[in-house]
């Protein structure tokens, strides 16, 4: 049953790739050469600055937090950063007065949406930490 799903994902992998493929063929060249570059540029950046940061961060957390609220802590830390990485288009400042370039960008306090999804992680944070506690306790 397994290799059953395992095949079926790989071959609608495989028509989505190509798929995909064949759209971009279609783009004019230009376009196709941007697609490159930021593809290689998302690489370059991922491989040469997030990913260290993220060993570094990880590492300084490991050696500073208690053994137990590392994972807890960390597994926030990530959370955090792919809600601001996913806020960022609607938070990127821009000049006064000029709406956002996407028009499908709808006008919400997304900077207040932001921030208690980013409070909630915490939370849950904070009520795993406790409840470790009262359950560690001779």
């Not at 409840?131 to 560690?136: G, Q, Y």
């Amino acid at each position: 049953m397994v290799r059953i799903i395992r095949a079926t994902l790989a071959l609608t992998g495989c028509v989505l790739v190509i798929r995909g493929l064949m759209l971009i063929w279609s783009f004019s060249s230009s376009d196709q050469v941007s697609i490159v570059l930021w593809l290689a540029a998302g690489l370059l950046i991922h491989d040469l600055v997030f990913a260290p940061l993220c060993l570094l961060v990880a590492a300084i957390t490991r050696r500073a937090l208690p053994p137990g609220w590392c994972t807890p802590v960390l597994l926030a830390l990530a959370y955090t950063n792919l809600l601001v990485l996913l806020a960022l288009p609607v938070l990127a400042p821009r000049p006064a007065g000029e709406r956002p370039d996407n028009a499908t960008i709808l006008d919400r306090p997304f900077g207040w949406g932001l921030t208690i999804a980013i409070l909630l992680v915490w939370a849950v944070v904070g009520v795993v930490l406790l409840v470790r506690a009262r359950t560690r306790r001779p």
